[in-house]
Each structure stands twice: as structure tokens, then as C-alpha cells.
């Protein structure tokens, strides 16, 4: 990316702050006007007292000299210190608006996309966080370099240039032909810098993500006794992170110290050049000072070109990382209109193949009817498809080839929102947000009140076990066991009573006492809704209205419990698996033995 394409990609961001900016431009200019009252006033101020000396007056004729030049050198200090503050402080607004705006517009835009960009490698948790704050970062470094530094210092290198130019043009020359060789260096030194940099970037997202995979598994590596193979690896990745930072520091002192060698040699040639022109009587003494001061006013800005560059090649990089955030437009959900009065809830899948972005393909040929207010059941082993069957009903996914029709019409018609308003989503693991019991549970319906959270807390059986809490419902959700915080997705659910309902394990976690609970809750809020289960516990699809059996992601056999059970086929497989591996034999016989009337009504 290249620096004209950054300030284009920048002047959106920039454009509603276009007053302050015409104000720090105009403070800009009458600052670099009156950075250049010093070597006029020292030359007066020489010259004079060079012409009072030498026709043998004194202090008593030279007073009011000394009192004007204090006024007027006083006074532009009072002026540049008020200029200098308007040019920060404008600076510094505009930095810092324009800094919430880019951010917010990564959030937003982050928000926007759908789920194949998260899971794509290189957008990992930690990756993209290092490509938002570093590039908001060093992006503003650029704006702020601009209005604070670039800007004052470069505009009062030319007004001293030319000032130069008209004192004398050999003097200008000499000013004016260091420039080039100093620019040549800066660039050289940011070509050198430029691979590094990017190598920089890459190490800095690795560790990052390193780092929160570290404390999102922190009971896995303890579990496993893994601290020195975990602590290796962050360290590799640390040692190249340093030999690279090394190396970029390596560099810049080489080059700096070329730099200031060529610095010196223009302010001795000034020296020079000028005390040569006073000795041919071609200027005053107050030239000396005059020149040098004005090279001053040149060279300052040359001083920081390096460091200019050098956050200016920083920002280059990290920019192209912050925008390709921006840029990956084609990620984003894709809006549909249709946002019918009612919806049924009938799912149909046409021969729709799927392979995620990763390149595993997930499904193949699918067709399947899911009937509206009927109960439909996905089996299969592990990987076999279904919950990504689910992705594909929630659109977080889209297939690939054939069709998915609700109620008829495409999926893709509908209006992502209102399609996913009419849907929930019950997981085997779900997100507890850090917060309160209540606030977790308020995310199904924002609207809802007390009583209505209360509500849903006892249909998921969880009112009872909060109230035991010492906070209660103000508890930290997160502090849950994993049983309780399944409940609290369970709860959601009931807030939102949505007319569709997908079950992806949705007792996974819970206790046997807390699975007949829940299943009997499901079972009410199951009547006259849609609803979509899977579960590997044949116990809670037995019921089901419909079963579709998948296997390496094909439907091979479909039907009620019964039907299937007669067939001999994979679904009976998964049941005698079942049956064997819960010692249904052994607990039918206990049962029977002791006479229990469990086994009467579980018969
Ligand atoms: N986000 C993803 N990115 C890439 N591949 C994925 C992703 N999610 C699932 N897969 C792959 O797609 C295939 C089907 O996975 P899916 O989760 O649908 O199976 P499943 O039948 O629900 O399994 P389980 O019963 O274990 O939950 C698997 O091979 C899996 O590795």
C-alpha cells in the first residue's frame, strides 16, 4: 500500500473535520512566518551593534536596540506559544476522532461478516486484534506526524529556503543541496526497514494469538503438565520477535549516524561559505548568524525526517493489515428483503453440497424436509455433518451447490435478521458473556422484564439453584458450572420463544436428574414449533417425528424411530452401540429385580 493510497483511504475519515483542519493549515503557516523572526532579528541585532561599536557609541545610544529587540523576540514567543498549542491541540482532536472512527468502523464492519471469515486461519481472535489496534495505531501516528510535525516543521523549512535563496543564492544552493542526499538516505534506510517491518507484523499476530490460545486452554496445559512445552513455543516466537526488532534497530543506527554526519557537513559548508562572503565584504557579520539559524530552520525537519519515515513505513505496513479488515467486503452477509408476516417453519434441502472454507467438505448431496411444528432428528456418528447442517438452516454458512428453500423460498431471500429473530439456538457449548446471571439471560430479549427472566430461569429448572447463590440473580455467570451455564442457554431460548428451535446437543452437559428436567421443559416448548434436534443420546430423539440418519455427510437413510429400527441399517447400528454401551441389560435387570416402577413407566 502506498502512502498516496493511505491518505485516499484516510480522507473519508478525515473530510468531517474539515474545519479544524483549514485551522491548523492557517495556524501552520503563520507559525512557519514567524519561525523566522529570529535570524532577522539577530542579524539587525549584530549588524547594529557591530555599526555603534565601530563609529565609538555605546550602551548609552544602543538601549533602545536592546529594549525593541526584547519586545519583538518576547512577543513572537507569546505568538508561537498560542500557535503552537492551537496546532496541537486541533492536531490532537482530529487524531483522536479520526482514531474512534477507524475503530468503530472495524467493529462494525467485523460485525458484518459471516462466520467463514472468523474461522479462516489468518483471522484468527489474536491476529485480528494485533491488525486493529496496531493499525489504528500507527495510523495515527501518521495523522498526528501530519498536523504536528510534518506539516509546521516542513512548512517552515521552505519559507527558511526561500528566505535563504533571496539572502543569497549560493548560500541557498549549498542549504538546498544537502537535501537530496539526505532524502536518498532516509529512503534507502525505509527500503532496508520495509521486509523486517512485515516479518515484525507477522511475529506480533502469532504472539498475540499465542497468548490468548494460552489462557483460553490454560486446563488442558495444566492437565496435561504441558507449562515448558507451551512456555517453548511462546518463547520461539518471542526470540524472533526480538532478532527482528534487533535487526530493525541495527539499521536505523547505521543509517542515523550517516544521516547526522551529512547534517554537519551542510551546516560547516554554511559556515564557510558565508564567512568567505563577509570576508569579501560581499555581506555584514550578522550575516554568520543569520544563515545559520535559517539552516537550522531547514535542517530541523531533516533531523526527523528518519523517525517521519520511519512511523510513516510502520503505518504502511500495519495499514494494510487494518484495511484488508475493511476491505473484505466480499465476506459480508448478504442482505436479503423478504420479511414475511408469518413464518411456518418448513426447511428444505435440495441436493446441497457444502465444504467449509478450510477446504473439508461437510456435506454432499444433501435433501432433506424439516416439517413445520413437527420434531426432526439428525443422527449420525461424530463428523458426520449435522451440525453443520444447522449452519447451513442459520445461514452462517452457504451452500455450495443445490438449494435451500424455507417455506418455499430461497433462505437466501430472507432478511438475515428477521430470519435468525425466528430461530434458536441451543448449543453443546455456549457463549456466557462476562456479566450477571441476569444480564446472560436478558440476551434473549432485551425487553423482557424481571418477572419474565425469573420466568424462563425456573422453565430451564435454574431459578432455584440462582436463588442458593449469595448474589443471586447478580452473580457472575461465568464463575457457572459448565450444567448451570448450559441452563442459561436454555433460558434464553424460553425468553425468545422463537417458532423455530435447533437443538445441538442441548443436554450435553447437564446431570441425569438436570437432563429429565430439561428434556421435559423441551418437550412443552416443542409443541406446534419447528424444531431441529440432534443429540447423540438416542433417548431424546426417539420421540422425534422424523429422523434423518447422516454418514460422512450423506443422508443415508431417513424415517420414525420404528421404521428405522426395522431397516437394519446404520441408525439400528447406532442404537444396539448405544443400548451396549449403556448396559441397558444390566439396568433393565436391576430394575426389574428391585421391582422399581422406573422401569414400568420407562416400559
Ligand atoms: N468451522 C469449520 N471449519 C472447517 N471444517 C469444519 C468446521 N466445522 C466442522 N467442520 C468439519 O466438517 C465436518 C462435519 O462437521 P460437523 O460439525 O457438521 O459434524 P457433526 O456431525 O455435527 O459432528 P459432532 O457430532 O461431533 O458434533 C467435519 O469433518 C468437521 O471437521
Same mark, same amino acid.
Given at each position: 500500500?502506498?502512502?498516496?493510497?493511505?491518505?485516499?483511504?484516510?480522507?473519508?475519515?478525515?473530510?468531517?473535520?474539515?474545519?479544524?483542519?483549514?485551522?491548523?493549515?492557517?495556524?501552520?503557516?503563520?507559525?512557519?512566518?514567524?519561525?523566522?523572526?529570529?535570524?532577522?532579528?539577530?542579524?539587525?541585532t549584530?549588524?547594529?551593534? #557591530?555599526?555603534?561599536?565601530?563609529?565609538?557609541?555605546?550602551?548609552?545610544?544602543?538601549?533602545?536596540?536592546?529594549?525593541?529587540?526584547?519586545?519583538?523576540?518576547?512577543?513572537?514567543?507569546?505568538?508561537?506559544?498560542?500557535?503552537?498549542?492551537?496546532?496541537?491541540?486541533?492536531?490532537?482532536?482530529?487524531? =483522536?476522532?479520526?482514531?474512534?472512527?477507524?475503530?468503530?468502523?472495524?467493529?462494525?464492519?467485523?460485525? +458484518?461478516?459471516q462466520?467463514?471469515?472468523?474461522?479462516?486461519?489468518?483471522?484468527?481472535?489474536?491476529?485480528?486484534?494485533?491488525?486493529?489496534?496496531?493499525?489504528?495505531?500507527?495510523?495515527?501516528?501518521?495523522? #498526528?506526524?501530519?498536523?504536528?510535525?510534518?506539516?509546521?516543521?516542513?512548512?517552515?523549512?521552505?519559507?527558511?529556503?526561500?528566505?535563504?535563496f533571496?539572502?543569497?543564492?549560493?548560500?541557498?544552493? %549549498?542549504?538546498?543541496?544537502?537535501?537530496? !542526499?539526505?532524502?536518498?538516505?532516509?529512503?534507502?534506510?525505509?527500503?532496508?526497514?520495509?521486509g523486517?517491518?512485515?516479518?515484525?507484523?507477522?511475529?506480533?499476530?502469532?504472539?498475540?494469538?499465542?497468548?490468548?490460545?494460552?489462557?483460553?486452554?490454560?486446563?488442558?496445559?495444566?492437565?496435561f503438565?504441558?507449562e515448558?512445552?507451551?512456555?517453548?513455543?511462546?518463547?520461539?516466537?518471542?526470540?524472533?520477535?526480538?532478532?527482528?526488532?534487533?535487526?530493525?534497530?541495527?539499521?536505523?543506527?547505521?543509517?542515523?549516524? !550517516?544521516?547526522?554526519?551529512?547534517?554537519?557537513?551542510?551546516?560547516?559548508?554554511?559556515?564557510?561559505?558565508?564567512?568567505?562572503? %563577509?570576508?569579501?565584504?560581499q555581506?555584514? =557579520?550578522g550575516?554568520?548568524?543569520?544563515?545559520?539559524?535559517?539552516?537550522?530552520?531547514?535542517?530541523?525537519?531533516?533531523?526527523?525526517?528518519?523517525?517521519?519515515?520511519?512511523?510513516?513505513?510502520?503505518?504502511?505496513?500495519?495499514?494494510?493489515?487494518?484495511?484488508?479488515?475493511?476491505?473484505?467486503?466480499?465476506?459480508?452477509?448478504?442482505?436479503?428483503?423478504?420479511?414475511?408476516?408469518?413464518?411456518?417453519?418448513?426447511?428444505?434441502?435440495?441436493r446441497v453440497?457444502f465444504?467449509?472454507?478450510?477446504g473439508?467438505?461437510?456435506?454432499?448431496?444433501?435433501?432433506?424436509?424439516?416439517?413445520?411444528?413437527?420434531?426432526?432428528?439428525?443422527?449420525g456418528?461424530?463428523?458426520?455433518?449435522? +451440525?453443520?447442517?444447522?449452519n447451513?438452516?442459520?445461514?452462517?454458512?452457504?451452500?455450495?451447490?443445490?438449494?435451500?428453500?424455507?417455506?418455499?423460498?430461497?433462505?437466501?431471500?430472507?432478511?438475515?435478521?428477521?430470519?435468525?429473530?425466528?430461530?434458536?439456538? %441451543?448449543?453443546?457449548?455456549?457463549?456466557?458473556?462476562?456479566?450477571?446471571?441476569?444480564?446472560?439471560?436478558?440476551?434473549?430479549?432485551?425487553?423482557?422484564? #424481571?418477572?419474565?427472566?425469573?420466568?424462563?430461569?425456573?422453565?430451564?429448572?435454574?431459578?432455584? #439453584?440462582?436463588?442458593?447463590?449469595?448474589?443471586?440473580?447478580?452473580s457472575?455467570a461465568?464463575?457457572?458450572?459448565?450444567?448451570?451455564?448450559?441452563?442459561?442457554?436454555?433460558?434464553?431460548?424460553?425468553?425468545?420463544?422463537?417458532?423455530? =428451535?435447533?437443538?445441538?446437543?442441548?443436554?450435553?452437559?447437564?446431570?441425569?436428574?438436570?437432563?429429565?428436567?430439561?428434556?421435559? +421443559?423441551?418437550?412443552?416448548?416443542?409443541?406446534?414449533?419447528?424444531?431441529?434436534?440432534?443429540?447423540?443420546?438416542?433417548?431424546?430423539?426417539?420421540?422425534?417425528d422424523?429422523?434423518?440418519?447422516?454418514?460422512?455427510?450423506? %443422508?443415508?437413510?431417513?424415517?420414525?424411530?420404528?421404521?428405522?429400527?426395522?431397516?437394519?441399517?446404520?441408525?439400528?447400528?447406532?442404537?444396539?452401540?448405544?443400548?451396549?454401551?449403556?448396559?441397558?441389560?444390566?439396568?433393565?435387570?436391576?430394575?426389574a429385580?428391585?421391582?422399581?416402577?422406573?422401569?414400568?413407566?420407562a416400559?
Open positions: 500500500m502506498s502512502l498516496w493510497e493511505i491518505i485516499k483511504r484516510l480522507l473519508p475519515f478525515v473530510r468531517p473535520y474539515r474545519p479544524l483542519v483549514i485551522a491548523t493549515l492557517l495556524l501552520t503557516l503563520v507559525g512557519s512566518l514567524a519561525a523566522q523572526v529570529n535570524p532577522f532579528a539577530l542579524r539587525y549584530v549588524d547594529t551593534v #557591530q555599526r555603534l561599536l565601530s563609529s565609538g557609541q555605546g550602551l548609552a545610544q544602543g538601549w533602545h536596540l536592546l529594549l525593541w529587540v526584547s519586545v519583538i523576540l518576547l512577543g513572537k514567543e507569546i505568538l508561537n506559544a498560542g500557535i503552537t498549542f492551537g496546532q496541537k491541540y486541533f492536531g490532537e482532536k482530529i487524531r =483522536i476522532s479520526v482514531s474512534g472512527a477507524l475503530s468503530e468502523t472495524a467493529v462494525l464492519r467485523l460485525l +458484518s461478516y462466520l467463514g471469515y472468523f474461522t479462516d486461519a489468518g483471522n484468527q481472535a489474536g491476529r485480528l486484534q494485533t491488525r486493529i489496534d496496531r493499525g489504528v495505531e500507527s495510523l495515527m501516528k501518521l495523522v #498526528q506526524n501530519f498536523f504536528i510535525d510534518i506539516l509546521p516543521l516542513f512548512a517552515n523549512a521552505l519559507v527558511a529556503l526561500v528566505v535563504m533571496v539572502a543569497n543564492r549560493w548560500v541557498g544552493l %549549498v542549504a538546498l543541496g544537502v537535501l537530496p !542526499v539526505y532524502f536518498w538516505l532516509s529512503y534507502r534506510q525505509a527500503d532496508r526497514l520495509n523486517t517491518r512485515r516479518r515484525l507484523r507477522g511475529l506480533r499476530e502469532e504472539k498475540n494469538h499465542g497468548l490468548l490460545s494460552l489462557i483460553d486452554n490454560i486446563t488442558v496445559i495444566k492437565s503438565v504441558r515448558d512445552y507451551e512456555a517453548d513455543k511462546q518463547l520461539a516466537v518471542q526470540d524472533r520477535l526480538e532478532e527482528a526488532q534487533l535487526q530493525t534497530r541495527k539499521t536505523n543506527f547505521r543509517y542515523d549516524g !550517516v544521516k547526522t554526519f551529512v547534517e554537519q557537513i551542510g551546516v560547516v559548508a554554511i559556515i564557510v561559505l558565508t564567512a568567505y562572503l %563577509v570576508l569579501a565584504g555581506m555584514s =557579520i550575516a554568520i548568524m543569520f544563515h545559520v539559524l535559517l539552516f537550522n530552520n531547514v535542517s530541523a525537519p531533516i533531523r526527523q525526517l528518519h523517525r517521519i519515515y520511519d512511523e510513516m513505513n510502520e503505518a504502511l505496513t500495519y495499514a494494510e493489515g487494518f484495511f484488508s479488515i475493511l476491505d473484505a467486503q466480499d465476506q459480508a452477509e448478504r442482505p436479503g428483503r423478504l420479511r414475511p408476516a408469518q413464518l411456518r417453519g418448513q426447511f428444505e434441502l435440495r453440497d465444504t467449509y472454507p478450510s473439508t467438505s461437510a456435506l454432499r448431496g444433501v435433501s432433506l424436509t424439516i416439517e413445520a411444528g413437527r420434531t426432526t432428528a439428525l443422527v456418528l461424530s463428523g458426520a455433518g449435522k +451440525s453443520t447442517v444447522l447451513l438452516l442459520c445461514e452462517f454458512y452457504r451452500p455450495n451447490a443445490g438449494q435451500l428453500l424455507l417455506d418455499g423460498h430461497p433462505l437466501g431471500d430472507y432478511d438475515l435478521h428477521y430470519l435468525r429473530q425466528h430461530i434458536g439456538l %441451543v448449543l453443546q457449548k455456549n457463549h456466557i458473556f462476562k456479566g450477571t446471571i441476569e444480564e446472560n439471560i436478558r440476551y434473549g430479549n432485551f425487553r423482557a422484564t #424481571q418477572a419474565d427472566i425469573e420466568a424462563a430461569a425456573r422453565q430451564a429448572y435454574l431459578h432455584q #439453584q440462582i436463588l442458593d447463590l449469595p448474589l443471586g440473580y447478580g457472575d461465568q464463575q457457572l458450572s459448565g450444567g448451570q451455564q448450559q441452563r442459561i442457554a436454555i433460558a434464553r431460548l424460553f425468553l425468545k420463544n422463537p417458532p423455530i =428451535i435447533f437443538l445441538d446437543e442441548p443436554t450435553a452437559s447437564l446431570d441425569a436428574i438436570a437432563t429429565e428436567q430439561i428434556k421435559n +421443559s423441551l418437550d412443552a416448548i416443542k409443541q406446534g414449533r419447528t424444531v431441529v434436534i440432534i443429540s447423540h443420546s438416542l433417548a431424546q430423539i426417539f420421540d422425534s422424523c429422523i434423518y440418519v447422516l454418514k460422512k455427510g450423506e %443422508v443415508v437413510e431417513h424415517g420414525t424411530h420404528g421404521q428405522l429400527y426395522e431397516q437394519r441399517g446404520t441408525y439400528r447400528e447406532i442404537f444396539d452401540a448405544s443400548a451396549r454401551s449403556l448396559n441397558i441389560g444390566r439396568l433393565a435387570k436391576t430394575l429385580d428391585d421391582g422399581d416402577d422406573v422401569l414400568d413407566t416400559l
